[in-house]
């Protein structure tokens, strides 16, 4: 079983950046995908991308303005955001997935707390 420990959250202004990190236990050929949990909401997903990173997958709603890669030497999924908007507040997850579209693992990480001022 793959183990992830994200990080890299913090406290942004209105259209500002962050990049969080996802850092695996071992090397995995996995896709590996972000999803995010507001107050109140359910967690949903953001990216993935597989292994090879050929392919990526993008919530609509981050199309363009987020981008995830990945480093497969440092067993690290990183996820660039931009344009942070304030309702993207949230505990940011990453986990494995079955496919680009979905799948995750019922092990998931502590997550990483971003929060966008206005």
């Known amino acids: 079983q793959v183990h992830v420990v994200e990080s890299g959250g913090g406290l942004v202004q209105a259209g500002g950046s962050l990049r969080l990190s996802c850092t695996t236990s071992?090397?995995?050929?996995?896709?590996i995908g972000w999803f995010r949990q507001a107050p109140g909401k359910e967690r949903g997903f953001v990216a993935s991308?597989?292994?090879?990173?050929?392919?990526?997958n993008y919530a609509d709603s981050v199309e363009g303005r987020f981008t995830i890669s990945r480093d497969n030497d440092k067993n690290t999924v990183f996820l660039q955001m931009n344009s942070l908007e304030p309702e993207e507040t949230a505990v940011y997850y990453c986990?494995?997935?079955?496919?680009?579209?979905?799948?995750?693992?019922?092990?998931w990480g502590q997550g990483t707390q971003v929060t966008v001022s206005s």
């Open positions: 071992r090397r995995t050929f996995d896709v």
């Open positions: 986990n494995t997935l079955r496919s680009l579209y979905g799948g995750p693992s019922e092990t």
């Open positions: 991308i597989n292994w090879s990173s050929v392919s990526s």
